[in-house]
């Protein structure tokens, strides 16, 4: 018994194939020890590519979100707000703006000439004047300025820019007179309706804008 335990303790005996493998100085024991943490905190080049595609492919929706958003409200920005357009048979007075808009007469004429050229035979310039009565003083300062859109349709869709004109001044309770003038094709003269359509600074929020559109 006390020779096989002395076997059993000594490694050289029990495997004698077996090269001796010495043990390592304390020093290089401590530096060996203080280079694994080192060594564990690295990441492999290819380790590194893959975290980063994964991270970048966790941020390409988020940028996508925002450039949708900001697209979105871009859009929102540029179109046009609804709009709530009234039809005013001939003869009948619409309310617009704090105000009573009526038409009281309609005619057309040579457009003005440019330069030297020669004129347009295609094309003639509407005129259709209107009595407006406005309510209050914000009515009346709305009467003939630029907030106020003018516009010649036709049943087709399609439309035709003029401008208005008031005489004298407008006032609260009083009658003035506007002129809405533009150039037209001279054949579709007779079958255009006038639309007026109020500032977009006076739509409430959540509104549509509202318009009147006078029969021809």
Do not use: C
Request: aromatic content about 4%; proline content about 11%; hydrophobic content about 35%.
């Amino acid at each position: 018994m006390t020779t096989a335990g002395h076997a059993f303790g000594d490694p050289q005996q029990t495997n004698p194939d077996l090269p001796v493998i010495p043990p390592r100085p304390p020093q290089q024991q401590r530096q060996q020890q203080q280079q694994q943490p080192r060594q564990r905190q690295r990441i492999r080049p290819r380790d590194r590519r893959i975290v980063q595609a994964f991270a970048l492919t966790a941020l390409i929706p988020a940028l996508l979100v925002l450039k949708w958003t900001d697209e979105t409200n871009s859009v929102q920005k540029s179109m046009k707000p609804p709009e709530k357009v009234t039809d005013v048979p001939q003869g009948a007075t619409g309310t617009l703006a704090g105000a009573q808009w009526k038409v009281i007469g309609r005619q057309t004429v040579d457009p003005p000439a440019f330069g030297t050229g020669p004129k347009d035979a295609t094309a003639t310039q509407l005129q259709v004047v209107l009595a407006v009565r406005p309510d209050d003083e914000a009515a009346a300062k709305a009467i003939g300025s630029y907030g106020v859109v003018y516009t010649f349709t036709d049943g087709d869709g399609r439309s035709w820019s003029a401008t208005g004109l008031t005489t004298g001044t407008a006032r609260p309770g009083a009658v003035a007179r506007l002129t809405v003038k533009g150039t037209v094709p001279r054949t579709r003269a007779a079958v255009l309706a006038l639309r007026v359509q109020a500032p977009k600074a006076s739509r409430k929020p959540g509104t549509p804008l509202p318009s009147l559109r006078f029969a021809p």
